[in-house]
């Protein structure tokens, strides 16, 4: 079965630092996305991304971060400046056009980002 | 905007016996999907089971079944036959009908199966 790949598994960066976490979706699929899950938390929502757009966008994501999808394949979450709180695991997912119910979202194994 | 509530942080089952993980959710769609991830220490997000809110018969996979009431906004996982390959943490997650929309998650519980 075709998975959602995630490099590099574990980045640790220096605060103030820029890291760019990959992502590779499943290649028929539209619609990509990012979540955030902080040690001990709820998995949360960052941003959809469909038609090389971002379709929507959480409150958490602001300036600091951004997503492209620079060759069709890869899709990128780059964190400018990090900060201790931007700590967590990423998760990228991906899903077809098809409704809901008949594509649920396909989750990578996730990029655990340590900011020190 | 929708909230989903799992008030149980943690539970533990014994091997071969029944669990039942609760969640609540909060929308004014009418018309929504519902899902429950499987979050196994690998950090891996795995579906586990959905359901279509239009659709009045409980979803069930195996081993997995729901109990859906719509009117009380409760979506709840049972898990017969409990395996130690079920210890995970395990999220409810709820999406809107519209094409490409978001999934947003409760809490998690935190599920031990014991020996």
């Known amino acids: 079965e075709p998975e959602v790949t995630q490099t590099p598994s574990h980045q640790v960066t220096q605060m103030g630092q820029e890291v760019i976490l990959r992502c590779v979706p499943i290649?028929?699929?539209?619609?990509f996305y990012w979540y955030r899950q902080i040690l001990g938390q709820k998995v949360e929502f960052l941003v959809s991304?469909?038609?090389?757009?971002?379709?929507?966008k959480s409150e958490i994501f602001d300036d600091q971060f951004s997503v492209e999808r620079p060759d069709g394949s890869n899709f990128t979450l780059k964190i400018r400046s990090t900060k201790l709180e931007d700590s967590a695991m990423y998760f990228c997912?991906?899903?077809?056009?098809?409704?809901?119910?008949?594509?649920?979202?396909?989750f990578g194994n996730g990029t655990r980002l340590t900011v020190t | 905007a929708q909230t989903v509530t799992q008030s149980q942080p943690e539970m533990s089952v014994q091997e071969a016996e029944t669990v039942t993980l609760s969640c609540t959710y909060d929308?004014?769609?009418?018309?929504?999907?519902l899902f429950w991830y499987k979050q196994p220490p690998s950090r891996q997000m795995i579906l586990v089971i959905r359901?279509?809110?239009?659709?009045?018969q409980n979803a069930t996979e195996n081993r997995f079944s729901v109990n859906f009431q719509k009117a009380a906004k409760s979506f709840s996982l049972k898990i017969s036959d409990s395996q130690l390959g079920d210890t995970a943490m395990y999220f409810c997650?709820?999406?809107?009908?519209?094409?490409?929309?978001?999934?947003?998650f409760g809490e998690g519980t935190q599920l031990t199966v014991n020996p």
């Open positions: 290649s028929n699929h539209l619609y």
């Open positions: 997912a991906s899903k077809t056009p098809e409704s809901s119910y008949n594509s649920p979202l396909h």
């Open positions: 991304f469909y038609n090389n757009e971002i379709s929507e």
């Open positions: 929308t004014s769609e009418n018309n929504y999907y």
């Open positions: 359901q279509e809110a239009y659709k009045q």
């Open positions: 997650a709820f999406m809107k009908e519209t094409s490409g929309s978001r999934l947003t």
